[in-house]
């Protein structure tokens, strides 16, 4: 078949984690080509059904804290944090200088506040997490989602790195203490929306990405050929992407994929938890040393959705992020970060 009549991709490919966990040639083979390629795919064999529980859980959680006045959601805005921790407001948030029609709880790793570091800007990202006190069970949902999204990242990191020829330990270090975040969304729908983007167009910015988006709605879409697919949400399935700084490590060889969301139809509503497992705010992932077959393939490292450079250094790369995205919060605790030519 002639290269130009090659077959439009229209769907993700599914790959089970059992057997990756398994050494499975084909499947690790199967990885290395979905993240060179697409750079999105569903993931399996994690204990589906468990993970189909466990989101109803923090999903009904999520609705419950939602459905509060906007008053009793605004006591945990992130404008009262530094730390871009809490509540975002609908029309708070914006992406390629848009607004995003979307509400939010963040969530990173539970820590103390760091003093200020002028060697380490990004350590104003380190900070207690905001908790509703209306909605108890989210707290404990939320942190045991981490936790199990957070285990079978580093399974599939491992598995990345065993298919690209490295030791399957090649990620750990930079992993030992961790900065993963977790997103509580909520899409309204498309009604009185005051923008037509519910997340607009980007990259993720930390190694790895993984989706579960309430089952039965719809709205994310791929970047993939110059077109945008559809990725329909499956219960009990992730939806996995490579952020950056794993395309930064493998020099493109993997492709961190341009993706946003659509905002529902009238009426409806959707909540989604993209949980981004990245190493600690301090580390740069390891290079991986492609062998030649591979490295051939390796397209160089690519440009972020505003044109701009990525970071290797993780927490410069979310700094970088967070001020863009939280313009309210950049202004009110960090006018001296926005002067920094790095974070533009
Ligand atoms: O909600 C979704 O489906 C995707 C959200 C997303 O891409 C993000 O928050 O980075
Ligand atoms: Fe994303």
Do not use: C
């Amino acid at each position: 078949m002639a290269a130009d009549a090659t077959p439009p991709i229209t769907d993700l490919p599914t790959i089970d984690l059992a057997a990756l966990d398994a050494g499975d040639p084909a499947e690790l083979r199967a990885l290395r080509t979905a993240t060179h390629g697409i750079g999105f795919f569903y993931l399996v064999g994690h204990g589906d059904e468990a993970t189909a529980d466990a989101a109803d859980e923090l999903i009904a959680a999520a609705r419950e804290f939602f459905a509060l006045p906007e008053s009793r959601k605004r006591v945990i805005e992130n404008v009262r944090s530094p730390h871009f921790r809490g509540y975002t407001t609908l029309g708070g948030e914006r992406t390629q200088g848009r607004v995003d029609w979307r509400e939010q709880l963040d969530i990173g790793a539970e820590r103390a506040a760091t003093p200020p570091d002028p060697q380490r800007p990004w350590r104003v990202l380190d900070g207690p997490n905001l908790w509703p006190a209306e909605v108890p069970r989210l707290r404990r949902a939320a942190l045991d989602w981490m936790a199990g999204a957070g285990a079978v990242g580093m399974r599939l990191l491992r598995a990345w790195a065993v298919s690209l020829g490295a030791p399957a330990g090649h990620f750990d270090a930079a992993f030992a203490d961790p900065d993963p975040l977790l997103k509580i969304v909520r899409y309204p729908g498309r009604d009185g929306a005051a923008s037509g983007q519910g997340v607009g167009g980007h990259k993720d910015v930390g190694a790895l990405t993984l989706l579960y988006p309430e089952p039965g709605t719809s709205g994310l879409q791929v970047e993939a050929d110059g077109r945008w697919i559809d990725a329909p949400p499956r219960r009990g399935s992730f939806i996995v992407n490579i952020g950056e700084l794993l395309e930064v490590a493998t020099d493109g060889y993997l492709k961190a994929t341009n993706h946003k969301v659509l905002p529902p139809s009238e009426g409806n509503d959707r909540i989604s938890l993209p949980f981004f497992l990245n190493p600690g705010f301090d580390q740069a992932l390891p290079p991986v040393a492609l062998e030649p077959a591979l490295a051939a393939d390796a397209r160089g490292v690519g440009q972020d959705s505003h044109g701009g450079r990525l970071h290797a250094v993780y927490g410069l790369n979310a700094l970088k992020s967070r001020l863009r995205a939280h313009p309210d919060v950049a202004r009110r605790y960090h006018r001296d970060l926005l002067e920094l030519p790095e974070l533009r």
